[in-house]
């Protein structure tokens, strides 16, 4: 594919890690891998996105007034191209939206609190939610040892995940406490309904209110 052979290109595209992007990118695949199999993840997939994640990377290089390259903002980027890449290659539309998920947030910091991880939960789901985790460490892993303190912030995440899971935590509509019927016997109609659920799921995820019943009638109501 010619957005990976970018990658092996000229030496300007080096990491500070010490290797040119591709090889970077080949190697988190296999890490990525790795982890998914301990952790029971669809390791192909999590493979896949460890490839295709840096892709972004070539197009976004800068160098600062030290002559220090930096690659801003490649997420983005990153997941516009593999998405490209995937639908030549004719992969299903959910498989092509997991994949580009991943690699839009690969590079943004993972904060392991509850808000934040409950966001994502929101975005990616469960699975989703894991396999970026196991991206994040698989990267991590693959650069400098200046990144091995950022696993332990992953395992927080993690901690966080899985506690949240635990807990039953509320991250869609569909498992709101109230519905649409609630919506109607409260007079709302057509898109106010809509709106009032998008407002009580707001709600719980920022974790404003609980997922209880009488808090988020109340909510819809003032």
Sequence with gaps: HPELIKLLGRMRY??????????????????????????????????????LHDLGKPPCFTLDEKGVGHFYDHGEESARLAGNILSRLRFDTD????????????????????????????????????????????????????????????????????RLLAEGACFQKKDLAVNGRDMLELGLKGPEIGQALDRCLEAVLSERLPNEKAALLELVRR
């Design 95 to 162: 498989t092509r939206r997991r994949i580009v998920a991943l690699v839009a947030l690969h590079d943004r910091p993972i904060i392991p609190e509850r808000r934040p991880v409950r966001r994502l939960l929101a975005r990616l789901g469960p699975e989703g939610t894991a396999d970026l985790i196991a991206l994040h460490r698989a990267d991590n892993a693959a650069q400098s040892s200046l990144a091995a303190g950022r696993q332990s912030e992953l395992d927080r995440a993690q901690a966080v995940l899985d």
């Design 14 to 51: 080096r990491t500070s890690y010490g290797q040119n992007v591709l090889n970077h990118s080949i190697e988190v695949s296999h890490l990525a891998g790795l982890i998914a199999a301990e952790i029971g993840a669809d390791v192909t997939q999590a493979k896949r996105a460890g490839l």
